[in-house]
Protein backbone atom coordinates (compact mmCIF):
# COMPACT_ATOMS: atom_id res chain seq x y z
CA UNK A 1 0.00 0.00 0.00
CA UNK A 2 1.24 3.52 -0.76
CA UNK A 3 1.00 6.31 1.72
CA UNK A 4 -1.01 8.54 -0.08
CA UNK A 5 -2.54 7.90 -3.41
CA UNK A 6 -1.55 9.94 -6.64
CA UNK A 7 -5.10 10.95 -7.23
CA UNK A 8 -8.35 10.10 -7.21
CA UNK A 9 -10.87 8.61 -9.16
CA UNK A 10 -14.75 9.60 -8.82
CA UNK A 11 -17.69 7.59 -9.42
CA UNK A 12 -21.59 8.78 -9.33
CA UNK A 13 -23.73 6.11 -9.80
CA UNK A 14 -27.35 6.06 -9.32
CA UNK A 15 -29.27 2.35 -9.30
CA UNK A 16 -25.81 0.78 -11.22
CA UNK A 17 -26.11 -2.66 -9.48
CA UNK A 18 -25.58 -4.50 -13.08
CA UNK A 19 -22.70 -2.73 -13.75
CA UNK A 20 -21.01 -1.36 -10.60
CA UNK A 21 -19.38 -4.95 -10.57
CA UNK A 22 -17.53 -4.69 -13.31
CA UNK A 23 -16.43 -1.35 -13.37
CA UNK A 24 -14.59 -1.48 -10.11
CA UNK A 25 -12.91 -5.18 -11.08
CA UNK A 26 -11.49 -3.78 -13.91
CA UNK A 27 -9.37 -1.19 -10.86
CA UNK A 28 -8.70 -3.84 -8.58
CA UNK A 29 -4.66 -3.88 -9.10
CA UNK A 30 -4.76 0.14 -7.91
CA UNK A 31 -7.35 -0.46 -4.76
CA UNK A 32 -5.13 -3.12 -3.71
CA UNK A 33 -2.26 -1.02 -3.99
CA UNK A 34 -3.57 1.81 -2.94
CA UNK A 35 -2.12 3.90 -5.71
CA UNK A 36 -4.89 5.69 -6.60
CA UNK A 37 -8.31 6.83 -4.03
CA UNK A 38 -11.30 5.17 -6.10
CA UNK A 39 -14.87 6.62 -4.47
CA UNK A 40 -18.63 5.17 -5.13
CA UNK A 41 -21.25 8.35 -4.54
CA UNK A 42 -24.12 6.28 -4.85
CA UNK A 43 -27.07 8.59 -4.72
CA UNK A 44 -30.51 7.76 -4.24
CA UNK A 45 -30.27 4.34 -4.95
CA UNK A 46 -32.78 1.78 -4.23
CA UNK A 47 -30.91 -1.21 -5.63
CA UNK A 48 -27.65 -2.69 -4.52
CA UNK A 49 -25.52 -0.25 -6.00
CA UNK A 50 -24.05 0.69 -2.14
CA UNK A 51 -23.47 -3.14 -1.03
CA UNK A 52 -21.70 -4.40 -4.29
CA UNK A 53 -19.25 -0.99 -4.03
CA UNK A 54 -18.24 -1.82 -0.73
CA UNK A 55 -17.74 -5.66 -1.23
CA UNK A 56 -14.79 -3.96 -3.19
CA UNK A 57 -11.86 -3.77 -0.63
CA UNK A 58 -10.69 -0.16 -0.44
CA UNK A 59 -13.47 1.51 -2.27
CA UNK A 60 -14.94 4.57 -0.46
CA UNK A 61 -18.28 4.56 -0.41
CA UNK A 62 -20.97 7.70 0.09
CA UNK A 63 -24.96 6.42 0.11
CA UNK A 64 -26.72 10.06 -0.85
CA UNK A 65 -30.64 10.10 -0.22
CA UNK A 66 -31.40 11.93 -3.04
CA UNK A 67 -30.83 11.30 -6.56
CA UNK A 68 -28.73 13.87 -7.98
CA UNK A 69 -25.18 13.85 -10.35
CA UNK A 70 -24.48 17.18 -9.44
CA UNK A 71 -24.76 16.24 -5.51
CA UNK A 72 -22.49 13.06 -6.13
CA UNK A 73 -20.05 14.69 -8.25
CA UNK A 74 -19.64 17.36 -5.23
CA UNK A 75 -19.98 15.11 -2.10
CA UNK A 76 -17.06 12.79 -3.98
CA UNK A 77 -14.80 16.03 -4.66
CA UNK A 78 -15.25 16.67 -1.09
CA UNK A 79 -13.01 14.06 -0.14
CA UNK A 80 -11.16 13.18 -2.78
CA UNK A 81 -7.37 13.48 -2.32
CA UNK A 82 -5.07 16.00 -3.85
CA UNK A 83 -3.69 15.36 -7.14
CA UNK A 84 -5.47 14.35 -10.64
CA UNK A 85 -9.26 13.66 -10.47
CA UNK A 86 -11.17 11.15 -13.01
CA UNK A 87 -14.46 11.30 -13.18
CA UNK A 88 -15.71 8.11 -14.43
CA UNK A 89 -19.17 6.54 -15.08
CA UNK A 90 -20.82 3.22 -13.62
CA UNK A 91 -21.08 1.40 -16.82
CA UNK A 92 -17.65 2.13 -18.58
CA UNK A 93 -15.13 -0.27 -18.32
CA UNK A 94 -11.35 1.53 -17.88
CA UNK A 95 -8.46 -0.85 -16.03
CA UNK A 96 -5.74 0.01 -13.48
CA UNK A 97 -3.35 0.91 -16.41
CA UNK A 98 -5.47 3.30 -18.04
CA UNK A 99 -6.22 4.58 -14.97
CA UNK A 100 -2.61 5.17 -13.41
CA UNK A 101 -1.74 6.43 -17.15
CA UNK A 102 -4.01 9.18 -17.23
CA UNK A 103 -3.29 10.61 -13.71
CA UNK A 104 0.83 10.03 -14.41
CA UNK A 105 -0.15 12.46 -17.90
CA UNK A 106 -2.37 14.96 -15.48
CA UNK A 107 0.41 15.07 -13.07
CA UNK A 108 2.76 17.73 -12.13
CA UNK A 109 3.85 19.71 -15.37
CA UNK A 110 0.90 17.55 -17.92
CA UNK A 111 -1.42 18.63 -19.21
CA UNK A 112 -5.04 20.12 -17.33
CA UNK A 113 -7.26 18.02 -18.50
CA UNK A 114 -7.88 14.76 -21.11
CA UNK A 115 -9.28 11.66 -21.23
CA UNK A 116 -7.89 7.61 -22.74
CA UNK A 117 -8.99 6.23 -26.26
CA UNK A 118 -12.19 5.31 -26.67
CA UNK A 119 -13.89 2.30 -27.73
CA UNK A 120 -17.86 1.80 -29.09
CA UNK A 121 -19.08 -1.83 -28.43
CA UNK A 122 -22.02 -1.60 -30.43
CA UNK A 123 -22.56 -5.65 -30.77
CA UNK A 124 -25.76 -5.40 -28.72
CA UNK A 125 -27.31 -2.89 -30.41
CA UNK A 126 -29.69 -2.40 -33.40
CA UNK A 127 -28.89 -1.99 -36.91
CA UNK A 128 -29.63 2.14 -36.93
CA UNK A 129 -27.25 2.22 -33.60
CA UNK A 130 -24.52 0.28 -34.94
CA UNK A 131 -24.88 2.27 -38.19
CA UNK A 132 -24.45 5.81 -36.22
CA UNK A 133 -21.62 4.50 -33.81
CA UNK A 134 -19.39 3.78 -36.81
CA UNK A 135 -19.57 7.26 -37.80
CA UNK A 136 -19.38 8.35 -35.07
CA UNK A 137 -15.84 6.62 -34.66
CA UNK A 138 -14.96 8.13 -37.21
CA UNK A 139 -15.10 11.76 -36.68
CA UNK A 140 -12.02 13.62 -35.58
CA UNK A 141 -13.70 16.60 -33.88
CA UNK A 142 -15.51 14.15 -31.86
CA UNK A 143 -12.26 12.30 -30.50
CA UNK A 144 -10.75 14.97 -29.21
CA UNK A 145 -13.13 16.25 -26.97
CA UNK A 146 -13.75 15.03 -23.36
CA UNK A 147 -17.91 15.08 -23.52
CA UNK A 148 -18.92 11.82 -24.48
CA UNK A 149 -16.13 9.25 -23.71
CA UNK A 150 -18.22 8.28 -19.98
CA UNK A 151 -15.10 9.34 -18.30
CA UNK A 152 -13.03 12.86 -18.00
CA UNK A 153 -9.98 13.96 -15.92
CA UNK A 154 -8.58 17.06 -14.68
CA UNK A 155 -5.21 17.62 -13.01
CA UNK A 156 -5.22 19.56 -10.00
CA UNK A 157 -4.50 23.06 -11.67
CA UNK A 158 -7.70 22.22 -13.93
CA UNK A 159 -9.70 21.41 -11.73
CA UNK A 160 -8.87 24.84 -9.61
CA UNK A 161 -10.56 26.53 -12.81
CA UNK A 162 -13.79 26.38 -11.07
CA UNK A 163 -15.54 25.85 -7.69
CA UNK A 164 -18.42 22.95 -7.17
CA UNK A 165 -19.93 21.49 -10.15
CA UNK A 166 -22.90 23.61 -11.71
CA UNK A 167 -26.66 22.51 -11.51
CA UNK A 168 -26.45 21.12 -15.26
CA UNK A 169 -27.36 17.84 -16.85
CA UNK A 170 -23.80 17.78 -18.62
CA UNK A 171 -20.79 18.16 -16.63
CA UNK A 172 -19.29 16.58 -19.05
CA UNK A 173 -19.56 19.20 -21.65
CA UNK A 174 -19.38 21.81 -18.65
CA UNK A 175 -16.00 20.82 -18.36
CA UNK A 176 -15.22 20.58 -21.74
CA UNK A 177 -16.12 24.24 -22.18
CA UNK A 178 -13.56 25.24 -19.78
CA UNK A 179 -9.92 24.17 -21.89
CA UNK A 180 -8.97 24.95 -25.12
CA UNK A 181 -7.74 22.42 -27.46
CA UNK A 182 -4.46 22.63 -26.89
CA UNK A 183 -4.88 22.06 -22.99
CA UNK A 184 -7.11 18.67 -24.10
CA UNK A 185 -5.29 15.47 -24.29
CA UNK A 186 -6.21 11.88 -25.60
CA UNK A 187 -3.74 10.04 -23.31
CA UNK A 188 -2.02 7.45 -25.24
CA UNK A 189 -3.24 4.32 -23.54
CA UNK A 190 -5.74 1.40 -23.50
CA UNK A 191 -9.11 2.61 -24.15
CA UNK A 192 -12.36 2.92 -22.20
CA UNK A 193 -15.28 0.56 -23.22
CA UNK A 194 -18.67 2.53 -24.03
CA UNK A 195 -20.84 -0.19 -24.42
CA UNK A 196 -23.67 2.03 -26.99
CA UNK A 197 -27.24 1.73 -26.21
CA UNK A 198 -29.69 -1.04 -27.87
CA UNK A 199 -32.20 1.08 -30.29
CA UNK A 200 -32.70 3.92 -31.67
CA UNK A 201 -35.30 5.46 -29.01
CA UNK A 202 -32.55 5.43 -26.15
CA UNK A 203 -29.99 6.81 -28.59
CA UNK A 204 -31.94 9.68 -28.64
CA UNK A 205 -32.78 10.05 -25.34
CA UNK A 206 -28.47 10.38 -24.67
CA UNK A 207 -28.66 13.20 -27.87
CA UNK A 208 -31.58 14.80 -26.36
CA UNK A 209 -29.81 15.09 -22.69
CA UNK A 210 -26.89 16.49 -24.35
CA UNK A 211 -28.32 18.59 -26.57
CA UNK A 212 -30.34 20.09 -24.21
CA UNK A 213 -27.45 21.49 -21.96
CA UNK A 214 -25.72 22.85 -25.21
CA UNK A 215 -26.52 26.76 -24.82
CA UNK A 216 -26.72 27.11 -28.96
CA UNK A 217 -29.51 23.91 -29.10
CA UNK A 218 -31.67 26.03 -26.63
CA UNK A 219 -30.82 29.99 -27.81
CA UNK A 220 -28.81 29.98 -30.96
CA UNK A 221 -30.64 29.44 -34.15
CA UNK A 222 -26.95 29.66 -36.24
CA UNK A 223 -24.51 26.64 -36.47
CA UNK A 224 -22.34 25.97 -33.60
CA UNK A 225 -18.29 25.81 -34.23
CA UNK A 226 -18.82 22.16 -33.02
CA UNK A 227 -21.57 21.40 -35.67
CA UNK A 228 -19.25 23.38 -38.44
CA UNK A 229 -16.21 20.98 -37.14
CA UNK A 230 -18.63 17.51 -37.87
CA UNK A 231 -20.00 18.48 -40.86
CA UNK A 232 -16.37 19.47 -42.46
CA UNK A 233 -15.82 15.57 -40.80
CA UNK A 234 -18.65 14.07 -42.58
CA UNK A 235 -17.70 15.61 -45.81
CA UNK A 236 -14.11 14.29 -45.64
CA UNK A 237 -15.70 10.89 -44.36
CA UNK A 238 -17.56 10.74 -47.70
CA UNK A 239 -14.60 11.84 -49.79
CA UNK A 240 -12.33 9.62 -48.19
CA UNK A 241 -15.37 6.23 -48.38
CA UNK A 242 -17.55 7.02 -50.70
CA UNK A 243 -19.41 3.55 -49.52
CA UNK A 244 -20.35 5.04 -46.15
CA UNK A 245 -22.92 7.42 -47.48
CA UNK A 246 -25.73 5.39 -46.26
CA UNK A 247 -24.67 5.20 -42.45
CA UNK A 248 -23.66 9.10 -42.72
CA UNK A 249 -27.09 9.27 -43.91
CA UNK A 250 -28.78 8.18 -40.56
CA UNK A 251 -26.62 9.46 -38.38
CA UNK A 252 -27.11 13.31 -40.15
CA UNK A 253 -31.19 12.66 -39.75
CA UNK A 254 -30.74 11.09 -36.38
CA UNK A 255 -29.15 13.43 -35.24
CA UNK A 256 -32.01 16.27 -36.74
CA UNK A 257 -34.34 14.32 -34.99
CA UNK A 258 -33.17 14.91 -31.69
CA UNK A 259 -32.43 18.17 -32.23
CA UNK A 260 -35.96 18.51 -33.31
CA UNK A 261 -37.52 16.92 -30.29
CA UNK A 262 -35.41 19.41 -28.16
CA UNK A 263 -36.23 22.27 -30.08
CA UNK A 264 -39.90 21.88 -31.22
CA UNK A 265 -40.85 19.88 -27.60
CA UNK A 266 -44.22 21.00 -26.31
CA UNK A 267 -42.94 20.64 -22.45
CA UNK A 268 -39.39 20.24 -21.16
CA UNK A 269 -38.25 17.10 -21.32
CA UNK A 270 -36.86 15.05 -17.52
CA UNK A 271 -34.00 16.42 -16.35
CA UNK A 272 -31.89 13.31 -16.98
CA UNK A 273 -33.00 11.18 -19.91
CA UNK A 274 -30.66 7.38 -18.55
CA UNK A 275 -30.29 5.00 -21.07
CA UNK A 276 -30.85 1.63 -19.70
CA UNK A 277 -30.40 -0.35 -22.44
CA UNK A 278 -26.60 -0.71 -22.28
CA UNK A 279 -26.73 -1.92 -19.20
CA UNK A 280 -28.91 -4.69 -20.16
CA UNK A 281 -27.76 -7.83 -22.01
CA UNK A 282 -27.20 -8.23 -26.18
CA UNK A 283 -30.05 -7.38 -28.96
CA UNK A 284 -31.09 -10.49 -30.20
Known amino acids: MTDHPAGAIVIAAYNEESVIGRCLEALEPVLAAGTLQVIVVCNGCTDGTAPIARTHRGVTVLDLPVASKTGALRSGDAIAVSGPRIYLDADVVMS ?49 VLWGAGTYAVSAEGRARFGEFPDIVSDDLFVDSLFG ?53 LAALLRRRPSSAGDVVVYAFVILLARMQVRFARAPGPAWERDSSSREGTLA
Not at 199 to 228: E, F, H, K, M, N
Open 181 to 233: PTERIIVPTDPVIVRAPRRTGDLLRILRRTYRSQDDVARDPGISTGQRAQIRD
Open 96 to 144: APTALAVVDALGPGGAPAGRPPLEFDSSGSGRIVRSWYRVRAQLPSLSR
